[in-house]
């Protein structure tokens, strides 16, 4: 069984602890091995110094469906703290919203993905911290997609973005304090920052061998599986493809009205898929893209984990329906996480050149050939904030 960060810290408080005002960059996924929010874990544990909350993406509760969709500063209901929103009028935490706080606690579930933006937040928070002199403190998770595996390019820093704020690949095998730990140093902010680290927590785990619960940290995340598939079908918010918004299934399911899965499945018949299963079907989502129409497309399935890669899959995926049906795929417009220029789909791949490459059928394997040496020189990057080995 693996310890978090949050019950490390109530089990063995630090000295620094002491008599500090705390503040907790939280939200209803914050919770410990027997469904205790950390906060209601804080205020038993450490009485009057819990003294304001915060929330990131999709609010509080998780509730907020999609990007660009805001909440409001609020009050919590249950302990009358003020929750100052971090997706709403701001996305960087403004100086005098530190004011009530000498540390601020970080205690979220992130899922190993660089557009996911929970790590973006952190760093505005070192950001205003380092800015304000306040100390920040990462109550550690696991990585729900392991700590081995990296995929993807990197991105570039033309295309810096909510969706990616330093040069890392799309799936990047850290945990949220060691990519905290990463960023803090390597884009000079510099801010005071420690980590509680989990006990237990070991490199190759997925989530499931955790034997943690799961708590959905976004309401379109609904399992660990979904986090498994997300470093690639994320790519689907950026066309006119249903990603599976609107049905049970959010990421594992992919397509459109206008797919023929044979004519899919026989372009991408001579690339190695491993780890998984492309299974035909229809579905029809209840809102978002194509709500209420018969979508055909595949449910993937993930049946080797280890084996598994998210992103040559999604890649393939894409460059195959843009080359089959030129007329009708169409990439999503911007505005897109803020950014009113840039295309989303360039934003999401963090590279416009790799959309073009796979816009004229340039082979995924070479592709992924072409960045292996950026992705050697992050991993060995990432090896230096290692906090379990």
Not at 26 to 51: I, V
Not at 134 to 151: A, Q, W, Y
Request: hydrophobic share 40%; charged share 20%; proline share 7%.
């Amino acid at each position: 069984m693996v310890t978090i960060g949050i019950e490390a810290l109530i089990a063995a408080p630090p000295a620094w602890l002491v008599g500090r005002r705390l503040g907790l960059l939280c939200n209803q996924a914050s919770t410990n091995s027997h469904f205790m929010h950390s906060r209601d874990l804080l205020l038993a544990a450490f009485p009057g110094m819990l003294t304001c909350l915060f929330s990131p993406q999709h609010g509080f509760f998780s509730e907020k469906q999609d990007n660009m969709i805001e909440s409001d500063h609020a009050t919590d209901h249950k302990t009358g703290l003020p929750v100052y929103s971090l997706y709403g009028d701001t996305r960087k935490p403004r100086p005098e919203m530190f004011e009530r706080l000498d540390i601020l606690l970080i205690d979220l579930q992130d899922v190993g993905t660089r557009v996911y933006t929970f790590i973006w937040t952190v760093v505005y928070c070192l950001q205003t911290a380092a800015q304000t002199g306040k100390k920040v403190v990462i109550l550690d998770r696991p990585n729900p997609v392991g700590g081995e595996i990296v995929e993807g390019n990197l991105l570039k820093k033309q295309f810096r973005s909510f969706v990616g704020l330093y040069e890392i690949p799309m799936r990047h095998g850290l945990t949220m304090g060691e990519l905290a730990l990463l960023c803090n140093r390597e884009m000079g902010i510099n801010a005071d920052l420690e980590v509680v680290e989990m006990q237990g927590w070991q490199r190759q785990m997925f989530f499931a061998d955790t034997a943690f619960p799961w708590v959905f940290p976004s309401p379109n995340m609904p399992g660990p599986l979904t986090a498994l598939v997300y470093p690639g079908q994320v790519i689907w918010e950026g066309t006119n493809i249903s990603e599976g918004r609107g049905t049970t299934l959010p990421f594992e399911l992919v397509g459109a009205p206008f797919l023929e899965c044979d004519a899919v499945l026989d372009k991408l018949s001579a690339l190695a898929l491993p780890g998984c299963v492309l299974r035909p079907l229809c579905f029809e989502p209840t809102s978002g893209k194509w709500a209420g129409k018969s979508c055909t497309g595949f449910h993937l399935h993930v049946t080797e984990p280890d084996r598994f890669l998210s992103f040559r899959v999604s890649l393939a995926l894409y460059q195959a329906l843009y080359l089959l049906y030129p007329d009708q795929f169409i990439y999503k417009q911007p505005p897109y996480e803020y950014e009113f220029e840039k295309l989303p789909m360039d934003m999401i791949l963090g590279d416009q050149q790799l959309r073009l490459a796979l816009e004229s059928g340039e082979e995924i394997l070479s592709l992924e050939q072409s960045w292996q040496d950026e992705l050697a020189d992050f991993d060995e990057l990432r090896h230096s904030v290692f906090l379990y080995r």
